[in-house]
């Protein structure tokens, strides 16, 4: 089973993959500040099926969730701060290889960056697919290295 170090490399690795593959084929066009954040939450989500363990990845995952949760409430985001908060504890409610790797999760735990502020704030969901597609890409990695595909 591999580490967190291998994990975090093959979000990395499968992250350019996807972004210079969407960008060869148009569908993406490459925005230094939008992919620094695009490639955070894609080791985010390599790290994310792995947080329901006491583990090195667990312990990264969760402090860059307090950041940014820090980051939401300095900005008066309270509402945003309490969804990330619910989000984050979900995984401490299964135990280690239940559903943080499968499939379906894969694609519904990072839903909520879709869904949120389409509702919330009526944002199109063109400008929230590449988020939401990074994280997908990162726990499709953790997942293919993992092979529990």
């Not at 992919?35 to 939450?41: E, K, N, Y």
């Not at 080791?43 to 969760?62: C, E, H, M, N, Q």
């Not at 309270?78 to 499939?103: E, N, V």
């Not at 379906?104 to 389409?118: D, E, G, N, Q, R």
Request: aromatic content about 16%.
């Amino acid at each position: 089973m591999p580490g967190y170090k291998v994990h975090v490399s093959g979000s990395i690795v499968a992250g350019a993959l996807v972004l210079l593959g969407l960008a060869n084929i148009g569908l993406y066009v490459i925005d230094p500040q939008q992919v620094v954040v695009l490639f955070v939450l894609c080791v985010l989500g390599a790290l994310f099926p792995d947080i329901d363990t006491d583990s090195k990845g667990k312990r990264i995952y969760y402090s860059g969730m307090l950041l940014l949760s820090l980051t939401l409430i300095y900005f008066d985001q309270f509402q945003w701060a309490a969804y990330l908060g619910i989000l984050a504890m979900l995984p401490g409610i299964s135990a280690h290889r239940g559903w943080t790797h499968t499939w379906w999760a894969m694609l519904m735990v990072p839903m909520p960056m879709l869904l949120l502020p389409y509702y919330v704030y009526g944002q199109p969901f063109p400008t929230l697919l590449p988020y939401y597609v990074a994280f997908v890409t990162g726990y499709f990695s953790h997942l293919l290295l993992d092979r529990e595909l």
